[in-house]
């Protein structure tokens, strides 16, 4: 096992707040929604959950005591979450985090323009119309944001070394949520400097995903690059089961999709997101408001290899490769 720490973009400075707020007045304990496009079940979800909650015990918050948290799960299932959001704002949470990107944030933001709400996930929040900048919000939406389109074109070279003559790439990307355009986007214009050609195939819902990799055989892909989407993580052991069966080197923008069988994943390190978003709800229940909070990046990125699905695969990484890998996965 190897690990490297890959530091990329700045962050945008650390920020003072009041120091009472009405959300800690004597006797109130602050209560905070939590809305997640994924399940709660399985121990990677629970893993990047408990670092949020260690966080917040660091700042003061502990569960039951002094703070309450409802949490809502969509399932994976994006149509569910604009009601979930709705029950959330029902119960007069004080903030919400909304964990899985821009189509969470949207459902949140639909169902309150005055409860803050605290994004985390990929996408790029201004482009979806969520936030007038990133240093400036100006609504009630902060947080942490993945423009995952910056690190596409990565994910694209990291897949050409372990398959130097791959000549055709599938690409499973949602077209239904915003932030997947600007990711294909980046990937043919990466695809172009790379003299690879791009076989972009629609992934609407979980039903598509055994007819794309139909498509896949049909047009003879060597390697198969996954967009970050809520859906698609949701079916990452489905996805990576595929991959395998078809013998596709895959490569992915989150390391769920390795610890579910996938090849590979550059990524944003989602334990310290996790625990970055904590910070965000304390200044939030101190008294800060979201337009004044200006929405950060994240600093740390991962490089996941999964050696036993190479294995099956018949590859071989590079020994440059594994020298540069954050993990390694046995």
Same mark, same amino acid.
């Given at each position: ?12 400075g650390?920020?003072g ?47 039951g005591?002094?703070?309450?948290i ?32 821009v189509?969470?944030?949207?459902a949140?933001?639909r ?5 803050p709400i ?17 240093? *400036?919000?100006?609504g ?7 423009i ?10 990291? @897949? *050409? ?8 790439v ?6 239904t ?7 294909l986007r ?6 172009r ?24 055989t ?18 990452r052991?489905?996805i990576?089961?595929?991959a395998a069966?078809? *013998?596709?080197?895959?490569?992915y ?5 390795v ?7 550059y ?11 904590a910070?965000y709800?304390d ?22 290899i ?5 294995k ?10 594994? @020298? ?7």
């Amino acid at each position: 096992m190897n690990r490297r720490t890959f530091l990329c973009g700045l962050t945008l400075g650390t920020f003072g707040v009041p120091l009472s707020a009405e959300a800690q007045q004597a006797g109130k304990m602050p209560l905070v929604g939590y809305l997640s496009a994924l399940s709660r079940s399985g121990p990677q979800v629970q893993r990047y959950l408990d670092a949020f909650r260690q966080e917040l015990r660091g700042l003061g918050y502990v569960e039951g005591q002094t703070i309450a948290i409802e949490y809502r799960w969509a399932e994976g299932e994006v149509e569910r979450l604009t009601g979930l959001a709705a029950e959330l704002v029902r119960l007069k949470v004080d903030v919400i985090v909304a964990s899985g990107g821009v189509p969470v944030a949207q459902a949140a933001q639909r169902a309150t323009k005055a409860i803050p709400i605290i994004m985390t996930g990929p996408g790029d929040p201004v482009e979806a119309g969520l936030v007038a900048s990133l240093a *400036r919000p100006g609504g009630n939406i902060t947080g942490l944001a993945i423009i995952s389109h910056e690190l596409v074109g990565k994910e694209l070279e990291l @897949l *050409r070394e372990v398959v130097p003559k791959v000549s055709r790439v599938a690409v499973l990307w949602n077209p239904t949520n915003p932030g997947n355009t600007p990711q294909l986007r980046a990937a043919e214009a990466s695809a172009r400097t790379l003299g690879v050609r791009l076989q972009p195939l629609e992934v609407r819902d979980p039903g598509e995903i055994d007819p794309a990799f139909t498509t896949m055989t049909r047009e003879r892909v060597g390697a198969l690059l996954v967009l970050l989407d809520s859906m698609l993580l949701a079916q990452r052991e489905r996805i990576a089961d595929l991959a395998a069966k078809n *013998r596709l080197p895959a490569v992915y923008g989150l390391r769920l999709h390795v610890e579910a069988g996938g090849l590979m994943a550059y990524a944003a390190n989602q334990l310290d997101v996790s625990r970055r978003v904590a910070s965000y709800v304390d200044r939030i229940l101190k008294g800060a408001k979201p337009t004044d909070l200006p929405v950060e990046q994240p600093t740390k990125f991962e490089l996941v290899i999964n050696l036993k699905t190479a294995k099956a695969l018949g590859l071989t990484i590079p020994r440059t490769l594994l @020298l540069r890998a954050d993990e390694v996965i046995q």
